[in-house]
């Protein structure tokens, strides 16, 4: 008796028009389930090519803390091999960088910061890898045992059956277990499988005493055959081609396990239909090499124009200075982005479009690198001109000639503000030396100023009058501006006598209520009329602030990190981000009133 399990390896192999169906018809030849990484072959062929660094960890990570992590081995290989491919390259990138700055590159160190990440990551899939695997193990070991027993039940059948027995019962039990039973080892499954199907031989050869069971059991498989190819056939119109071919090899696994053998006369007559139709659905696809190609034909496409595009950002036509190059790294790191999620392209053009990229890179940093070179000089220049004027102003900065040393200080502030950038190690130590020497003079100025023409008894009326009127104030409209008005008078009036000074006191806490019941903080007031001093004191305090309200938006930001989907439109959510956009709104305001008190403005 003969059945599609007893046909040549030749035969089966001329249903095959490709790879993929080879490794169908490979399957189809076992009652084994697909292993885990057969499962992801397909996956594996259309995983990114650029897929980006961050991506890739995120997405190992995502397999880690799967419940089928353990299965994932070719994807996660996979991913690990672009993540350190990805890591090479930015390292290279960084070589090139302190290269290009005129560094030997005997003492180039640098760590990239996701190594540890991808060490961590690789070694704790390794652990759940080889967990999976002793578990597999184990698994196949008792499914031995099982379809070992069902083997010697089968061949109980027709050596040593008792009378009595339902054998059309007992096969049809045994042929079910057996084609639910789980995996075994490959080296166990084949003599395995040519045993059971040897006694499935042996027990249908006794059956032939029985013809009416024989042809009920053929009856049965013929079904099941007409079945499949039904089921075939429509396959041959899914618009999904790797759908199809998927439920194909399902399909043959269902032939080769439950619809044999069957009579005679139908034996070749339903296989050849059946491997007809196999044939026409694995000639689709050619459908799905075409649309991959048209796919990837569009990414070179649109990857090429990313080049052309930074080539273009690294060769200006026309003089560059400091904003072009800002913007346009800015830029570069946008295309850059875009580059890497963009998907892949042509195999045979993928080396090559990748290292035009790579080069168009470095090209850029490289010419970015000789401008800031340039500047050096310049920058060294600005210096020797800023230094110049510390000079001059430490020399004056006790001279009480008034009548030009004041007009000297104005013009060395003046000249400050029009000197260019100078090197950034030297910008705060220069400016606090200089700022030093023009606040000694203007402190010196202004006291003996005072100390001549103040009434102190007549400040402290003036500043009853301007008291009282503040405590007038309401949240009408109209009252900051008043408020404003007040602070500046309040600030142009000099000392009070020491026994009355408890009246500053006051002001200021009024002052804080009235700015509380306005909703605007005293950081924001316009003030005319302040001393050098009180104006370093104001911007010591606004850069407090902005570093305070920098790290409470830093908090609030990486809170909503920890959501799967921190979406504005999430109503748990919304008070959170209202309450980041005011915090950033009021920032803004700071760094601008900040801004105006260093540039005199």
């Not at 897929?51 to 799967?66: F, H, P, T, V, Y």
């Not at 290292?355 to 010419?367: A, E, G, H, M």
């Not at 020497?437 to 007549?458: G, I, L, Q, V």
């Amino acid at each position: 008796m003969t059945t599609e399990n007893n046909l040549s390896e030749k035969e089966e192999n001329n249903i095959s028009s490709g790879e993929t169906h080879q490794e169908i018809v490979e399957s189809t030849n076992s009652t084994e389930e697909n292993t885990p990484e057969e499962e992801s072959n397909h996956a594996d062929e259309h995983l990114d090519t650029d897929i980006s660094l961050d991506d890739a960890l995120k997405e190992m990570e995502r397999i880690i803390n799967s419940a089928t992590a353990g299965e994932n081995f070719r994807q996660f290989n996979a991913l690990k091999e672009k993540a350190n491919h990805a890591i090479h390259d930015e390292i290279e990138d960084k070589k090139h960088e302190y290269t290009d700055a005129g560094n030997a590159i005997e003492n180039f160190s640098f760590e990239h910061p996701s190594q540890s990440k991808l060490s961590a990551l690789v070694h704790i899939y390794r652990e759940k890898h080889d967990s999976f695997q002793k578990n597999q193990e184990e698994e196949q070991k008792k499914n031995l045992d099982h379809r070992q027993s069902l083997i010697d039940r089968l061949k109980n059948l027709y050596t040593n059956s008792e009378p009595g027995i339902n054998l059309f019962k007992s096969i049809r039990e045994i042929k079910e277990e057996w084609s639910k039973a789980g995996q075994v080892a490959k080296s166990e499954f084949k003599i395995l499988n040519n045993n059971y199907f040897h006694h499935l031989n042996q027990f249908y050869q006794m059956l032939d005493l029985n013809k009416e069971f024989l042809e009920q059991e053929y009856s049965h498989n013929l079904e099941k055959r007409q079945h499949i190819i039904a089921r075939a056939r429509e396959l041959e119109n899914e618009p999904v081609v790797q759908k199809a071919l998927n439920e194909l090899q399902y399909l043959h696994k269902l032939w080769k396990e439950e619809a044999e053998p069957v009579a005679e006369e139908f034996r070749e007559k339903t296989w050849d239909e059946f491997k007809e139709i196999s044939n026409k659905i694995h000639e689709r696809k050619s459908e799905l090499s075409a649309a991959l190609e048209t796919e990837q034909t569009a990414n070179l496409e649109k990857k090429n124009e990313i080049i052309a595009e930074i080539k273009k950002l690294s060769e200006p036509k026309d003089t560059t200075n400091h904003t072009y190059w800002q913007n346009s790294i800015k830029r570069v790191e946008e295309l850059r982005s875009e580059f890497l999620k963009t998907g892949s392209v042509p195999r045979k053009l993928s080396n090559n479009n990748w290292n035009d990229f790579k080069s168009t890179l470095r090209i850029f940093n490289t010419n970015k690198n000789n401008y800031y070179k340039s500047l050096k000089g310049s920058q060294q220049e600005n210096l020797d001109e800023k230094l110049k004027l510390i000079q001059t102003a430490k020399d004056n900065m006790l001279s009480e000639d008034w009548e030009i040393a004041v007009a000297l200080f104005k013009k060395l502030q003046e000249d400050w503000k029009k000197i260019g950038h100078v090197p950034k190690s030297m910008t705060n130590k220069i400016w606090d030396d200089f700022r030093e020497a023009c606040n000694t003079f203007f402190n010196n100025y202004r006291e003996k100023s005072n100390a001549s023409t103040d009434n102190w008894k007549e400040n402290y009326k003036q500043k009853k009058e301007i008291l009282e009127e503040l405590k007038t104030i309401t949240d009408e409209e109209g009252s900051v501006e008043k408020i404003e008005n007040i602070k500046s008078a309040w600030n142009n009036i000099g000392k009070v006598p020491r026994d009355k000074i408890a009246i500053n006191s006051e002001f200021n806490k009024t002052l804080r209520e009235k700015l509380k019941l306005n909703k605007i903080n005293e950081l924001e007031l316009k003030e005319d009329g302040l001393s050098e001093n009180q104006l370093t004191d104001k911007a010591r305090k606004i850069k407090s602030q902005i570093s305070d309200l920098e790290g409470e938006i830093v908090k609030l930001e990486n809170n909503l990190a920890f959501f799967k989907k921190p979406s504005r439109d999430n109503p748990m959510l919304a008070e959170t981000y209202n309450t980041i956009d005011n915090k950033k709104s009021h920032l803004e305001t700071l760094k601008q009133n900040l801004h105006n008190i260093i540039s005199g403005d």
